[in-house]
């Protein structure tokens, strides 16, 4: 594959890449708008035409590691084990 050719696929991917954040930044936007009315209505659960749409709140208990590698630290290493990832990124 030629320079110009990469350069071509380059331009494509980062216009594809903008478009798809406008249309992520309209669906949360249009996300955020049944949220509100949701809220309004004081519901968890609506019904509308054919779909069901639920905002409920949910409890999840998390893992505090900061805090368990504060207390126990050691003992935090000998469970902690290091990953390899690759990383594909474009700068101009």
């Known amino acids: 594959m030629s320079a110009n ?3 071509t696929k380059i331009e ?4 594809l890449e903008e478009l798809i954040e ?5 669906a949360e936007s249009l996300r955020d708008e049944i949220k509100a009315e949701m809220l309004s209505r ?6 509308v035409g054919q779909y069901i749409v639920r905002f409920t709140s949910i409890l999840s208990n998390r893992f505090d ?3 368990f ?3 126990y630290g050691e ?11 690759r990383r594909f990124t474009i700068s101009a």
Do not use: H, P
């Not at 494509?12 to 216009?15: Q, S």
């Not at 290493?77 to 990953?83: G, I, L, V, Y």
């Open 5 to 7: 050719e990469i350069t």
């Open 42 to 47: 004081n519901t968890e659960e609506m019904s």
């Open 69 to 71: 590698k504060r207390a």
């Open 65 to 67: 590691t900061t805090g």
């Open 22 to 26: 406008e249309a992520k930044v309209e």
């Open 75 to 85: 003992l935090y290493k000998e469970f902690t084990k290091q990953t390899a990832s």
């Open 12 to 15: 494509a991917l980062r216009e």
